[in-house]
């Protein structure tokens, strides 16, 4: 039982801390340092326009921005804050210069601050969070249809940080919705600094890109500056305060590029060498094979592209973060692997735990990674269409041996038309298709559009369904989503529905045979006069699940919650949660601990918090008490940081939940702990140690990477796997060292 004092106590303080002080004083157009309620609407009749100077002789990619042909192209400064104070003049001043030859898109920027020791320069290592240091970062909308775009970005310590735009950053897909962080094209950037602030080069070449064939191109840009003292975001184009850099449809004009319209063809091999053993499978000794493959890229034309790929091989990826699962539904491992994320856009159609394409079903099997002899990916756009379309075979070469996998062909496409004001229409269809055996396939269809009403309003919706042989009851899904969004509001209502024998096999569902209805609403308020207290979000939400068949109430759950952003970048959220689980069945949640079926409901509490994330020592901690399915659970998590410049961080993870049930008590824990040593922002050292009782398993993952471009180069990895208890001594060790490079075949 949950001691009602304890936990509001803090909260009514906290409320009473925050009462309405008088408005600020507006002069002038100037607002009160204070005054992050009020605003000043930016000036905007149309969007602000660049122009982008042609040079013969390119500047040198030294991050010191000292060539003539600088000073000859039109700057781009009168930077606008988006936060804190939504349409005021940046904190510190920037200024961007584009130029560009037969080749690339160079583009400069000086980022002056008057306290330049107090820069903060963020981890050397690609692709690092740029939310926790100073920052500057580009959007490129190519095609100009305000919802898609290419994202470059570095901090002072001079990273490559790069993405793509989908659908204006909305949707919660297998790659991460609408940004995929993990697309690496081959750019470079260099930064410096002086006492008078920071400076960024980049250099995009334009066979990184995708745009049409133009005479002269007009594209959307945007530039965003952050300055992490102040946690402060500033635009070049102005966007409102409720959107981020990849609402594309507020990005300013780029002009005065010739874009080449010749066509490329990269390969990418790779040789591998390992050292390896399972012992869970009974190796007897270390195995020692030589792998060879490789990719290529063929530029079909500007906007489309053809990727290959030959017994493709992802060792340099990342271990998965372990999770603790308490519930009898599936997880969600996030897709790494870099041949699957990039335009992973293109194939992306559903959500919230109804993907009809998860890239992971492909090459993984029950998390033990399956042979991939090849495929071939084509992407882009062409008569005015996204195109994804992918086929990829998987398993052994020659008959497969008793207890080994036949292999199966995985065939994706995808069409879809974009129309304006952040609307479209397309169609899927995806099959896999068992190389083995006779009958052994299945095949999901869908439609999926969306409708933009206004600025605010963004309706959308898909209807599938699935083919498998043996399944002959209801196999069909379908969603409609409603979202709303304004500076002060934001607001959400689905409706969805799978049915019991709906099957993409090629996909991600977490649960079958339900029909939920969801609604979500929040307010943005931002106290006047409080320096430190930037934003409170009160919000709550509720979803319920029902069986389609029967009617009976899965789960259902009521969510109230005011998150408590913090100038420093700190957040606080007391949340209290009513929650509903019903079992139909018995339920094994852990080995020997049954949960008998019937209808479990009651509070708890979820406690959310973190100091700034961008400091020296950070912490982010949560806080779960009361009420889970026939009994109790108290549980604890959160992460400990140390990050010392750019050159190294390290970070200790516990989750531990003690549960106390009708059928019986238990503690699960898990234990990570991640350190990286970045000897430049190409060269680094980072290892990841995980202890997890649920797994019944500790791991151990060292990687060396000495990275080339596009996610090339030399990559050494050590894995190692041990049992705790019933899996008792060592279950899998291997040392793999795996060397690729980009090579250039033709360019016309």
Same mark, same amino acid.
């Given at each position: ?584 069945? &018995? ?6 601990? /049954? ?5 479990? *409901?009651? %509070?708890? #509490?979820?406690? !959310? +918090? ?70 430049? &922002? ?6 990841? /140690? ?5 797994? *019944?398993? %500790?791991? #151990?993952?060292? !990687? +060396? ?44």
């Amino acid at each position: 039982m949950l001691d009602g004092s304890l936990f509001f106590a803090p909260l009514l303080a906290v409320l009473l801390v925050f009462q309405p002080t008088p408005d600020p004083v507006v002069a002038g157009g100037d607002v009160t340092a204070t005054a992050s309620e009020t605003r000043i609407e930016p000036t905007r009749t149309q969007d602000p326009e660049a122009l982008a100077h042609p040079v013969i002789t390119p500047p040198v990619i030294d991050g010191i921005l000292n060539e003539a042909e600088w000073s000859q192209a039109q700057p781009l400064d009168g930077f606008v804050q988006r936060v804190p104070t939504d349409g005021a003049p940046a904190s510190e001043p920037t200024e961007v210069r584009v130029l560009y030859d037969e080749d690339a898109i160079y583009v400069g920027v000086w980022l002056w601050d008057s306290q330049p020791e107090r820069i903060s320069e963020g981890p050397a290592i690609r692709d690092s969070r740029l939310d926790d240091s100073d920052a500057v970062v580009l959007v490129f909308d190519t095609y100009h249809d305000g919802q898609n775009g290419f994202v470059f970005g570095t901090n002072p310590s001079g990273i490559e940080y790069d993405g793509q735009v989908t659908n204006e950053g909305r949707g919660g897909g297998a790659a991460g919705g609408g940004f995929n962080l993990n697309w690496d094209g081959s750019w470079d950037v260099a930064t410096s600094r002086d006492e008078h602030g920071w400076y960024a080069e980049f250099r995009i070449p334009f066979s990184t890109l995708r745009y049409a064939s133009a005479d002269e191109a007009v594209w959307g840009l945007n530039v965003m500056r952050r300055l992490r003292r102040l946690n402060e975001e500033s635009f070049w184009a102005p966007i409102s305060r409720q959107y981020s850099l990849y609402r594309v449809s507020q990005a300013g004009v780029l002009r005065g590029l010739t874009p080449p319209a010749g066509r490329q063809a990269t390969v990418s091999p790779y040789v591998l060498q390992s050292a390896q053993r399972n012992f869970a499978a009974g190796d007897l000794d270390y195995g020692y094979p030589t792998e060879f493959g490789g990719d290529a890229k063929v530029q079909l034309s500007q906007s489309l592209t053809l990727d290959l790929t030959v017994n493709t091989d992802f060792a340099q990826v990342e271990a998965d973060d372990q999770q603790v699962n308490l519930s009898r539904f599936s997880l969600f491992f996030p897709e790494k692997r870099p041949f699957f994320l990039e335009n992973s856009g293109y194939f992306q159609v559903g959500t919230g735990g109804s993907e009809l394409f998860f890239s992971r079903r492909i090459g993984i099997d029950q998390g033990q990674p399956v042979p991939i002899r090849g495929g071939g990916r084509l992407s882009g756009r062409t008569g005015g269409f996204n195109v994804g379309l992918l086929h990829i075979q998987t398993g052994l070469d020659g008959p497969a041996a008793e207890g080994e996998a036949h292999g199966d062909a995985f065939s994706v496409a995808r069409v879809a038309r974009e129309l304006p004001n952040r609307s479209q229409v397309g169609g899927f269809v995806a099959e896999r298709r068992g190389r083995g055996l006779d009958g052994d396939w299945n095949r999901t269809y869908a439609v999926d559009g969306q409708v933009g009403l206004g600025e605010s309003l963004t309706l959308s919706s898909f209807a599938a369904r699935t083919d498998t042989p043996g399944l002959e009851g209801r196999d069909h899904a379908l969603h409609v989503n409603a979202l709303y969004t304004s500076r002060a509001y934001r607001a959400m209502a689905t409706y969805r529905e799978v049915a019991g024998d709906f099957n993409p096999e090629v996909g991600f569902l977490s649960r079958r045979d339900y029909r939920t209805g969801s609604v979500f609403g929040m307010h943005y308020i931002r106290p006047e006069g409080i320096s430190w207290l930037r934003e409170i979000r009160p919000h709550f939400s509720y979803n319920t699940f029902r069986s389609l068949e029967t009617g009976f109430e899965q789960s259902a759950r009521l969510h109230l919650d005011s998150h408590f952003e913090f100038s420093s970048g700190a957040h606080f959220e007391p949340a209290f949660n009513w929650v509903r689980e019903g079992l139909v069945n &018995p339920f094994e949640i852990v080995e020997g601990v /049954v949960v008998e079926p019937g209808t479990y *409901d009651g %509070w708890e #509490a979820a406690w !959310r +918090f973190n100091t700034d994330l961008s400091a020296p020592f950070s912490m982010q901690a949560r806080l779960d008490a009361g009420h889970f399915l026939s009994g109790n659970r108290r549980a604890v998590s959160g992460e400990v940081s140390y990050r010392h410049g750019s050159v190294a961080t390290l970070g200790l993870r516990l989750d531990h939940n003690e549960v106390e049930l009708a059928g019986g008590d238990f503690d699960v824990t898990l234990a990570a702990l991640r350190a990286g040593y970045f000897f430049t &922002p190409r060269i680094s050292l980072q290892s990841l /140690v995980q202890y997890a009782t649920q797994q *019944d398993m %500790w791991s #151990a993952n060292l !990687r +060396f990477g000495w990275q080339q471009t596009a996610g090339t180069g030399l990559f050494i990895v050590y894995n190692d796997a041990r049992g705790i208890q019933t899996l008792d001594g060592p279950l899998y060790r291997s040392l793999i060292i795996k060397y690729s490079r980009q090579f250039e075949l033709f360019r016309g």
